[in-house]
């Protein structure tokens, strides 16, 4: 039956990673639904106000029987997410480490699982310096042995940032694009020239492949910063993400089409996709690639919602030379052999199957064609004006002598009015 097949496919996960690798990602192949939330809300962006007492929560689970001792770590890094030069002393008060002490056993699954829960920061981990910081998750006695990590940011918050996006762009006009203006009042900030020592680093929907980073304004005073008429400002408007709901085992969801048992797996064969390039733009309001976890007769949906085989198909010929992936939080937004899509010539479909937890999902097939070192929106999901996209704006500085960069103002914009 296809459920061994399966089950060698999802165990052949990435289970090495490089040094130099900072991205979040799953390294683990039984680390899954990992998310950061800022107070329980997951559209919340992963960011505490330095000095103010917040803190984050990060949970994931475990697919085996027992706990396991952990801990986790940070790695400090600058704008670009390189790790910095600084000593641990120069940006933590306290340890480097602290233990995982909050887990739970999953209830009434077939897939038997460990919850895990902890804060950033915590009593051990104090973070005094603002900027980028990995975390990162090992087993105790195995520190090298990193199960997954994920980004998180500590802002000060001194900056005041203004934006805008329109879908009148300089390169068209109500038709395939978004364009940010930016304005960046520096005053509280102490940056002393806000030509030369900001960076602006602006994200769309959670997405790392098509991040910009800006190192000078096209304008700026004394005080103020303005990113305006510039290229890297015009992103593709892409589409609204697709949905899919897994939170019934016994009753097909939101884009599910057939679901059947083969242990120790329920499995969900969702109704095939196809392009939406060609087609009308079509409102949906969704999570903007994010994931909820839920199960549909339950309030502790963290350790009852079960694990499930998820077999997505997209109906469309295949591209000599291009890859497609899906992108969504649920694949930690990384192309990589968990993301990237199988054509099979036999079904004429390209076929990817995920283990995932039960909830509610988003997702969207991105192309990346030859010679392109940028993925696309335009091949599969079309690029509609009107598409409400969320624009996450990051702006750090470095004066002249300093060794990192400091993060100095974190907003959020959404497209919907």
């Not at 289970?15 to 690798?21: F, G, V």
Request: proline content about 4%; charged content about 25%; overall charge negative.
């Amino acid at each position: 039956m296809r459920a061994a097949i399966v089950i060698l496919t999802l165990l052949c996960a990435l289970s090495a990673r490089a040094l130099t690798d900072t991205m979040t990602g799953l390294f683990n192949d039984r680390v899954r639904s990992v998310q950061t939330r800022y107070q329980g809300d997951i559209f919340a962006v992963p960011m505490v106000t330095l000095g103010s007492g917040e803190r984050l929560t990060v949970v994931f689970d475990h697919l085996s029987d027992d706990r396991e001792y952990l801990r986790y770590r940070v790695v400090r890094c600058d704008a670009d997410w390189r790790p910095s030069t600084l000593a641990e002393s120069e940006f933590l008060d306290g340890f480097n480490e602290s233990p995982i002490d909050n887990y739970d056993f999953s209830r009434a699954t077939t897939v038997h699982y460990v919850n895990y829960w902890f804060e950033f920061p915590d009593d051990n981990i104090r973070p005094t310096l603002s900027g980028n910081y990995l975390i990162q998750v090992y087993p105790e006695n195995d520190p090298d042995d990193v199960w997954f990590q994920t980004r998180v940011m500590v802002s000060e918050q001194t900056a005041v940032i203004s934006a805008q996006a329109s879908s009148r762009t300089d390169i068209d006009y109500n038709d395939a694009h978004q364009q940010l203006s930016i304005e960046v009042d520096t005053e509280r900030a102490r940056v002393d020239d806000p030509f030369n020592d900001l960076t602006v680093v602006i994200q769309q929907n959670g997405r790392y492949d098509n991040e910009v980073a800006l190192r000078h304004p096209l304008r700026a005073t004394a005080r103020t910063a303005v990113y305006e008429h510039m290229k890297p400002l015009i992103f593709e408007a892409g589409n609204e993400y697709r949905r899919m709901e897994i939170s019934n085992v016994n009753y097909p969801g939101m884009h599910v089409e057939q679901i059947e048992y083969a242990a120790p797996y329920y499995h969900f064969s969702l109704e095939t996709d196809g392009s939406r390039a060609g087609r009308s733009y079509l409102f949906d309001r969704t999570q903007h690639g994010r994931f909820y976890v839920r199960e549909y007769n339950s309030d502790r949906s963290d350790i009852e919602a079960d694990y499930a085989v998820v077999h997505f198909s997209l109906d469309y010929p295949e591209i000599d030379g291009a890859q497609i992936f899906l992108d969504g939080d649920m694949v930690q937004r990384r192309f990589d052999p968990g993301s990237i899509m199988t054509y099979n010539r036999a079904t004429g479909r390209y076929e990817k199957v995920l283990l995932l937890k039960q909830g509610a999902y988003n997702y969207q097939y991105l192309t990346v064609l030859p010679r392109s070192d940028k993925a696309t929106t335009s091949v599969i999901e079309g690029n509609k004006y009107q598409t409400v996209n969320e624009y996450l704006i990051k702006v750090y500085t470095r004066r002249p002598g300093d060794r990192t960069d400091r993060l100095i103002g974190v907003t959020f914009i959404s497209t919907e009015q």
